[in-house]
């Protein structure tokens, strides 16, 4: 497509930013000392390759977007800019939940010895903003492209993880913290804030 380098540009910029928060954050994560997995092995390895096969298809795109072309959609560039914004925003958002998380955080759903409940920043709103800030990233995989493919891979993973990780991160919060985790729950929305009535 011509005049697309623009977009290359700006999803690349995007790619980077995600690499870089999730790099640094694990970084500190494998710093912070031993955790007990509530995940299993095969889990956690499919969730890799996913991971690594849907980077690598991203990386096509930036270096050969014509092998993808066949996956394009027709979208004004107002919305793809849009895309880019919506991109800056999840990571942005990534990053302070990452912040929020500190030594808590780890990749795998896990406890460490002293885990804490983390109810301040964006989680003063909701339980899973992280999930929140994979899914605006997944639309900006949509949007700034135009390409279903890219979008909608990163999309689907997002969501098979969320739907094989969500209920036992809120039961294994729920065991862990008692009556402080089910008043928190109570004025939290799951992946955004809950609306007042």
């Known amino acids: 497509m011509p005049g697309d380098a623009r977009y290359r540009i700006l999803l690349g910029l995007v790619i980077a930013g995600l690499v870089v928060v999730r790099s640094y954050h694990h970084a500190q994560s494998l710093r912070a000392g031993p955790v007990q997995r509530f995940e299993s092995p095969l889990n956690m390895t499919l969730r890799a390759i996913a991971g690594f096969a849907g980077l690598a298809l991203l990386i096509v795109y930036l270096a050969k977007p014509e092998w993808l072309a066949w996956a394009a959609i027709p979208l ?3 919305l793809r800019w849009a ?3 919506l991109g800056i925003a999840s990571l942005a958002l990534l990053a302070w939940v990452h912040h929020e998380l500190g030594r808590n955080f780890s990749g795998t759903l896990h406890l460490r010895a002293e885990h804490t409940l983390v109810t301040s920043g ?3 709103w909701a339980r899973h903003p992280m999930y929140t800030a994979f899914y ?3 639309l900006a995989f949509l949007l700034v492209p135009a390409n279903w493919l890219l979008g909608g891979i ?7 993880v969320m739907i094989s990780r969500v209920n ?3 039961a294994l919060m729920a065991e862990r913290f008692g009556q402080q985790y089910r008043a928190w729950a109570a004025h939290t929305g799951r992946f955004l804030p ?3 009535t």
């Open 76 to 78: 004004r560039p107002w």
């Open 83 to 85: 895309g880019f914004v």
């Open 122 to 124: 964006p989680y003063r």
């Open 136 to 138: 605006g990233l997944g």
């Open 154 to 160: 990163v999309l689907l993973s997002v969501t098979a």
């Open 168 to 170: 036992k991160e809120d």
């Open 194 to 196: 809950r609306l007042r």
